[in-house]
């Protein structure tokens, strides 16, 4: 099954600017900036996810997984 991360971004542009991406596969992967950067790349990658069957990996400052939300998860769109 297909994942999706949302993680802290390791590029020095970004990090100074608090930068989060959502990587999907390698040459898509946009980054979000500024104090709700987090939670924009999160809703971004719900709303990916809305397109097929995948997981999305939430990681930590050092990529650890720190949370893991699959389709079951999410509440249908009305």
Known sequence: MPVIQVRPSR???WQQKGGWEVFEAEGVCPVWCGE???QNALDYAQQRMGY???DIQVLDESWNVVEMITNEDLKPVV
């Open 11 to 13: 590029n020095p542009r």
């Open 36 to 38: 709700n950067a987090r």
């Open 52 to 54: 097929g069957r995948c």
